[in-house]
Nanobody, 117 residues
Framework: QVQLVESGGDLVQPGGSLRLSCTASRISVGLYTMGWYRQAPGKQRELVAD???????KYSDSVKGRFTLSRDNAKNTVYLQMNTLKPEDTAVYFCNAAHAIFNVNYWGQGTQVTVSS
């Protein structure tokens, strides 16, 4: 089975930083669109950032300038560097792998990020 495993979530104060990791098994992250999504309590899941197999990176307006998505094909891992964290960033963050031609979509279990004083 394809598996995506997230790590790095933690409790952090406003203005702090975290780095999330997503390591994939049985797929190559360089061949998929890899995305980070988040879901806060009572809210819909939303796209935070993603990177295509061609290397194009997009960010939601709420995180532009603060978050950076990167991909390490050798480690089969994608990262989300989160800086200047705000309380509204509090959510469960999910890793996603999507391939339009194969019509598949995979999700990790999520990792909790809490930004609070």
């Amino acid at each position: 089975q394809v598996q995506l495993v997230e790590s790095g979530g933690d409790l952090v104060q406003p203005g702090g930083s975290l780095r999330l990791s997503c390591t994939a098994s049985r797929i190559s992250v360089g061949l998929y669109t890899m995305g980070w999504y988040r879901q806060a309590p009572g809210k819909q899941r939303e796209l935070v950032a993603d990177v295509t197999s061609g290397g194009r990176v997009k960010y939601s307006d709420s995180v532009k300038g603060r978050f950076t998505l990167s991909r390490d094909n050798a480690k089969n891992t994608v990262y989300l560097q989160m800086n200047t964290l705000k309380p509204e960033d509090t959510a469960v963050y999910f890793c996603n792998a999507a391939h339009a031609i194969f019509n598949v979509n995979y999700w990790g279990q999520g990792t909790q990020v809490t930004v609070s004083s």
